[in-house]
C-alpha cells in the first residue's frame, strides 16, 4: 500500500472522530437506526379470551430504561401494519377484535434520544384468533315437498352460517345455502336456525354440515366445520280429511290419496303428545277410509296416517303427518263444545233457531222411551213416554233414557216433556227441541224466592223431587244436559243441551 493511501485512511478515522465527539457535545443521538437488541420485546403470553372476546398480550424487555411501546396491527402476516395504540406497560389489550379474524401485532419499544425524539426497537410479532363458537347440527328430518329439514343451533357471535351438502359422509361438502343470522343484528332469544333442502332423490341419503362465519372488510372469516348429521329423502304425508262418528263406539276416518305410495298406517292416541299405537297397515293406496271401533263415547282420539313406499326391499315411511282430533260423537257427551253441538243441530247452516213452529216441528223426532214410576202402594212399575226431541239428538235421547232406565237408582218419572213452541220471540230451548222437564210440579222454578213455575221442591220428602246429586243427574250430565241454574233462577225440573 502506498503511503499516500495509507495518511488519507488515516485522516478520514480521525475526522470521523472529531464528528462523533462534536455529536456528542451538541446532544445529538449516537444510536444507530433502531435500538439496541435489549430492547426488542419479549412476548410472553398471547389469549384471546372467548367470554370477553379481548385479545391480551404480554412481554418483556431486558433494558428497562424504556419511554413507552407502539402497538401496530394488520389481518395479514405480510400486509400492512397500522399504527393502533400506545401503552406504557409490557402488558396490551384490544378490546375491539372481530372473531375468526386473525389480528398480527408489532410491537415496537420506544426510547428518547439526547434530543427527545423517539428511536424505535426491532419489532416483536405476536397473533391471535377468537374463534367463533362451535355449531352443531341437531336433526335432519324429512318434510314435505321432498324435502330435508336441518335445524342447527346457533350463537349470537356468528354474521351468518353456511350450509354444506354431500352424498357420502366423508365426502366432498357443498355450500348449498348461506343463512343470515337476525339474532347478530338484533337481540333475541334465538337459540337455532332451520332451512329447508327441498326436491331431493325420494329414497336418497344426504350428509349436512355447517359452520358460522363473519364478513370483515369485504371479507368472509369461516369458523369451524360441525360434525355431520345425515337424512333420507321420503314421500310426502297424506291428510286426514274428514272424520265422522257414524255408528256409536266408532269413527270413521277419510284421508287423500298419495300417488307416490304404496299403501298407508294408520296410528292413534287418547293424547295429542302422547304415545301411538298403531291401528291398521293398508297396503292398498286406493284404500283411503278405516273405521276405528270400541271407541268411548266423548273421548277425544287422535290420529295419524303415514303414507309409505316399498324401496329395496324395506317400506320407507312418509314424513311426519299432521294431526287429526276427532271426538268419538255419536252420542252427546258432557264436554262437548258450544260450536260442535251447535254443528249437531244445525249442521253448516247458518240458522242457529227456527223462525216459525212449522220449521222447528219437521226437525223433531218422536221418541220412545222408558222409566221407572211408583204406584199408590210405592211399588215401581214401567212407564212409557212418547216425546218429541230434535231429530238429531234421538240417538243420544234413546240411550241416555235407557242407561237411566238400566240404572239401580230407578228414579221414578211421571211427567216429562221437551218440545214445546212457546212462540217466535222465545229463547226457550223447548222450542227447538233440546230441553226436558221432568216431573215439574215437584221441582218448581224460583227467581230470588219466587216461584215461577211448579209447586216445591223437596227431595228428602218427596220421591219426585230430583236430589242435586243422584245418577239420574249424572246420566244427564254424562250426555251434555245440564241442569237450569243461572244466579238466583234455579229451575229443577230443567235439563238442557245448550245451557239455556
Sequence with gaps: MSTFIKNLRHKLLFAACIILCLASFKGVSVYADTLPEDYTPIITNVSADKSTYYISIDWNVKNSDYEYFMIYRSITPDGEYDYYDTVYTTHFTDYNPYTQVTYYYKIVTVKYDDNYEDVYSEPAFAHATIPLNTTYIKSVKPVKSHGLQITFNISDDAEGYGLYRSDAPNGTYTLIKSIKNDHYYFYDFTTELSFTDKNLTVGKTYYYKVRPYVTYLDTTYYGSFSGYKYGQATIDATRITKAVSKKKSTNTLTWKKLSDADGYIVYYSTKYNGKYKKLKTISNKNTTSLTHKKLKNGVAYFYKVYGYKKLSGKNLISVEPSIYEKYCDYFTYANESYESRIHRLFGNSKNTWYSTASKAGKNMKEVKIK????????????????????????????????????????????????????????????????????????????DNGQVLAGSFWKPKKSRYSIPLKCKLVSILNKYGFSRGFWGNRKDYMHFSYLGT
Design 371 to 446: 222409566v221407572w214410576d211408583v204406584n199408590s202402594k210405592g211399588k215401581k212399575f214401567t212407564r212409557t213416554f212418547y216425546v218429541r226431541v230434535h231429530k238429531n239428538l234421538a240417538p243420544s235421547v234413546k240411550q241416555m233414557f235407557k242407561e237411566i232406565y238400566k240404572s239401580k237408582e230407578r228414579f221414578p218419572i211421571h211427567d216429562i216433556g221437551c218440545y214445546n213452541w212457546r212462540g217466535k220471540g222465545s229463547a226457550s230451548e223447548h222450542c227447538i227441541g233440546t230441553a226436558f222437564d221432568i216431573n215439574s210440579n215437584e221441582n218448581y222454578m224460583i
